[in-house]
């Protein structure tokens, strides 16, 4: 499988693109906006686009994205249900932030806990790791060791948790208790900025990191 990242919005959201090189079918995660720097990635690559996958409601996140998979004609899935609140706000959020004309939608799949989603011959796990936003999830790749995260956890750093219906305690929780068990070798791409792995996020970051944690 390969990965590439294409920053979009002007959150510099990193929607990750995912390429099943057996197939060359693809999915994007979280493609909130600036679809043609999308598209071109997945020209680039002579790759298709066979699935949209959300981490969470917030609009850098998935403003464009039932756009994106209305144009591509393919499923949308994710977030968890828990972050409708959030994707019904999608059009008030947009004028808020000077975004074009958004849309609320409803995705052809919600996820939980546990849950796997599939394109090409590749399958990810969903872990849900609510905090930053209630219905936050992760999906891992285990045969890459790659997780891609979304707003849960930075380099050096973690996921706001002053939004309604976020919290700090739970975000904390979701970390250490969904994403830490993956293992440390495992790398990941976060929402924002650049990629890390869980090993050095264990040993160096000042809020989930083992010392802070233990502090
Ligand atoms: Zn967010
Ligand atoms: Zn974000």
Redesign the pocket.
């Known amino acids: 499988m390969k990965l590439l990242i294409v920053p979009v919005t002007p959150?510099m959201?990193n929607c990750s693109v995912l390429i099943c090189e057996q197939t060359g079918q693809a999915a994007a995660i979280?493609p909130?906006g600036d679809l043609d720097r999308i598209e071109a990635a997945l020209q680039g690559q002579g790759a298709r686009l066979e699935k949209v996958f959300l981490t969470?409601g917030?609009i850098?996140?998935c403003g464009q994205s039932a756009e994106f998979a209305r144009r591509h004609g393919v499923p949308l899935e994710g977030p968890h249900r828990d972050d409708k609140f959030w994707i019904d706000q999608l059009p008030a959020q947009g004028v808020k932030f000077g975004f074009a004309r958004l849309e609320a939608f409803e995705p052809d799949r919600w996820l939980i806990e546990g849950d796997t989603v599939s394109f090409g011959a590749q399958t990810l796990e969903v872990r849900h790791c609510p905090g930053h936003t209630p219905g936050h999830v992760v999906f891992f790749h285990a045969p890459s060791r790659l997780a891609i995260v979304?707003?849960v956890l930075f380099q050096g750093s973690i996921?706001r948790t002053d939004f309604p219906r976020g919290d700090f305690d739970t975000l904390i929780r979701s970390i250490t208790g969904r994403l830490w068990p993956l293992g440390d070798d495992v790398a990941f791409v976060p929402?924002?900025g650049p990629m890390s792995t869980f090993g050095e996020e264990r040993q160096s970051n000042p809020f989930v990191g083992d010392d802070a944690l233990r502090a």
């Open positions: 959150f959201q979280d909130g969470h917030h850098d996140h979304g707003d996921g929402g924002h």
